[in-house]
């Protein structure tokens, strides 16, 4: 610790003996550039700067109603509209509607008075003061020669930002409507295809579809019950003919006989009509018990009722045939017997005819539901694979619909964004703090420069000191002379002044400390002056 002190002892006595002897090298460079440096900065003009602040204000009508197209962030819509704004041509215009820089322009190109122009414009996004805010805030100045062009490009600059605001959001807004109904339009061609493909289908299979199933099984259930009673009717019909041909064999047993053999028991047609009529109506009142008279099976036994009787009422016109022993009852009877049973028979005939029509009918009937059968069957079979294939064009149906009613709902969602837009209802930049008019000039600081030139100055004649101290070799003292010889020192002679040279000698020194003083306190003054009139 003692070598330290010792060390350290050393080395300040050293410096201060460095600092005394080369103290004009130190005082008159800091004297000189500090003094410079306050008259320069009293020549340099004034600048003045003026600020607004632009609040962004939320939409007015709730967004639960309305949805805004921009969700920009304040920062990204500030940089992308001070990229515009702040543009080359965008500042020249407003140079030349202020006349700003008209020394400027005489020595420099238009670019580097734009540069110029942007460092003297300052954009600053201002922070929410409280969590329930609902206003963003920033910051616009501008720093001019004057106070009036400072504050004239300011609002100049404001209205800039609040226009560019107003048309960057219509024309995005509008841009997202447009693009919204080109995609509706190209869901819209899509969905009408699915449409019609949808529709094709149906067309193509129609009958086979599953919606059609219920109906299917209902028209073949109605078809079944068709064809039974169809069935029904036909066998009714061929019993019937049968019937009708056993009449037609009885009368025209009689046509050819005449008579009945001796000795035998015969059935006269009469009997067998009215034992078939008989049959008929207790068939019907069967059939009434459970149908209506509009019933098929109803309404044919009725015909047949009708048939019988005609053919009974025929018969009993009939005389009875005469005995063999009367001659001449036998030739008088046999044409009046003739006649008769001709026109019975001409009415079997029609019946039989009729008959036959009737089962031929029938027959094509039971054909042709059995055909109309199969073919709801096949319906019914193929209602699996077409509900299986219907599913998946529906599917593709469904998808585009959904897809075109989002998109229908987006683009009416982008129209009221885009009417709030134009009617400027909606997020907007607003002016509430003017820009001021600068009373005061913000800049030079002329302190700062002052005490900057006398830091430098200090600097330039310390470092000119030690620069005329590292180049002088000269021996100060008995140590450094040590130091550098190696023989041992004898002897040491101090320097002898004469009185003259001792008078010399203080009155240079007086000198000194007066011109020292001199500086010093001039320097003080000047700052003091740049101080005061900052």
């Known amino acids: 610790m003692p070598e330290q002190d010792e060390s350290l002892d050393v080395i300040v006595n050293k410096l201060f003996r460095i600092a005394i002897r080369r103290r004009w090298w130190v005082l008159v460079p800091a004297s000189v550039i500090a003094v410079g440096?306050?008259?320069?900065?009293?020549?340099?003009?004034?600048?003045?700067?003026?600020?607004?602040?632009?609040?962004?204000?939320?939409?007015?009508?709730?967004?639960?109603?309305?949805?805004?197209?921009?969700?920009?962030?304040?920062?990204?819509?500030?940089?992308?509209?001070?990229?515009?704004?702040?543009?080359?041509?965008?500042?020249?215009?407003?140079?030349?509607?202020?006349?700003?820089?008209?020394?400027?322009?005489?020595?420099?190109?238009?670019?580097?008075?734009?540069?110029?122009?942007?460092?003297?414009?300052?954009?600053?996004?201002?922070?929410?003061?409280?969590?329930?805010?609902?206003?963003?805030?920033?910051?616009?100045s501008f720093t001019g020669m004057t106070p009036h062009s400072a504050q004239d490009v300011t609002h100049r600059l404001c209205m800039l930002f609040i226009e560019e605001d107003l048309k960057s959001r219509e024309e995005q807004s509008a841009g997202t409507t447009k693009f919204l109904a080109d995609q509706l339009e190209v869901a819209a061609t899509e969905l009408k295809e699915q449409e019609s493909r949808v529709r094709d289908f149906k067309m193509r299979n129609l009958g086979e579809l599953p919606e059609q199933q219920q109906?299917?099984?209902?028209?073949?259930?109605?078809?079944?019950?068709?064809?039974?009673?169809?069935?029904?009717?036909?066998?009714?019909?061929?019993?019937?003919?049968v019937y009708l041909q056993s009449l037609v064999s009885q009368y025209l047993e009689l046509a050819v006989e005449g008579a009945a053999a001796p000795g035998t028991a015969t059935v006269s047609p009469t009997d067998t009509l009215k034992a078939e009529l008989t049959r008929l109506q207790k068939e019907k009142t069967d059939l009434t018990a459970r149908y209506t008279e509009?019933?098929?099976?109803?309404?044919?036994?009725?015909?047949?009722?009708?048939?019988?009787?005609?053919?009974?009422?025929?018969?009993?016109?009939?005389?009875?045939?005469?005995?063999?022993?009367?001659g001449t009852g036998k030739?008088?009877?046999?044409?009046?017997?003739?006649?008769?049973?001709?026109?019975?028979?001409?009415?079997?005939?029609?019946?039989?005819?009729?008959?036959?029509?009737?089962?031929?009918?029938?027959t094509e009937d039971a054909k042709q539901i059995e055909s109309q059968i199969a073919e709801y069957q096949r319906r019914l079979n193929l209602t699996p694979v077409r509900e299986q294939q219907l599913a998946d064009l529906l599917r593709g149906y469904d998808l585009s619909k959904q897809h075109y009613d989002d998109l229908l709902s987006k683009k009416?969602?982008?129209?009221?964004?885009?009417?709030?837009?134009?009617?400027?209802?909606?997020?907007?930049?607003?002016?509430?703090?003017?820009?001021?008019?600068?009373?005061?000039?913000?800049?030079?600081?002329?302190?700062k420069i002052s005490l900057g030139g006398l830091a430098?100055?200090?600097?330039?004649?310390?470092?000119?000191?030690?620069?005329?101290?590292?180049?002088?070799?000269?021996l100060r003292d008995e140590k450094e002379l040590s130091?550098?010889?190696?023989?041992?020192?004898?002897?040491?002679?101090?320097?002898?002044?004469?009185?003259?040279?001792?008078?010399?000698?203080?009155?240079?020194?007086?000198?000194?400390?007066?011109?020292?003083?001199?500086?010093?306190?001039?320097?003080?003054a000047v700052e003091f002056y740049v101080y005061r009139r900052a």
Request: with cysteine; proline share 5%; aromatic share 4%.
């Open 456 to 474: 430098a100055g200090i600097g330039v004649g310390v470092g000119l000191a030690f620069l005329l101290e590292t180049r002088d070799h000269s």
């Open 331 to 362: 030739e008088h009877s046999e044409p009046a017997k003739r006649t008769p049973i001709d026109a019975a028979l001409a009415q079997l005939k029609s019946q039989l005819e009729a008959n036959r029509l009737e089962i031929q009918n029938a």
């Open 37 to 140: 440096a306050c008259l320069s900065s009293g020549l340099l003009p004034n600048h003045y700067q003026s600020e607004a602040t632009i609040l962004v204000e939320h939409q007015q009508v709730p967004e639960r109603y309305v949805t805004a197209n921009n969700s920009i962030d304040l920062r990204e819509a500030l940089l992308v509209m001070a990229d515009e704004i702040l543009s080359r041509t965008q500042l020249l215009k407003v140079m030349d509607e202020f006349g700003l820089y008209q020394e400027e322009k005489k020595r420099s190109s238009p670019e580097q008075l734009v540069d110029l122009m942007r460092s003297n414009i300052k954009i600053e996004p201002l922070e929410k003061t409280t969590e329930a805010a609902h206003l963003e805030s920033f910051k616009i």
């Open 294 to 326: 509009k019933y098929p099976d109803v309404a044919g036994i009725d015909q047949d009722i009708e048939g019988i009787e005609a053919l009974l009422v025929a018969s009993e016109k009939a005389p009875e045939p005469a005995k063999d022993g009367d």
């Open 412 to 447: 009416t969602q982008s129209e009221l964004a885009t009417s709030l837009e134009r009617r400027q209802q909606g997020q907007r930049f607003r002016i509430i703090d003017p820009p001021n008019f600068p009373t005061k000039p913000s800049g030079p600081d002329h302190v």
């Open 483 to 524: 130091r550098i010889f190696a023989f041992p020192l004898l002897v040491g002679v101090p320097m002898l002044l004469s009185k003259v040279e001792e008078r010399r000698r203080s009155r240079m020194a007086a000198l000194e400390w007066f011109a020292g003083a001199t500086l010093c306190l001039l320097v003080c």
């Open 215 to 241: 109906g299917n099984l209902a028209i073949l259930s109605g078809l079944h019950s068709q064809l039974q009673n169809t069935m029904a009717s036909l066998t009714r019909a061929r019993e019937q003919q």
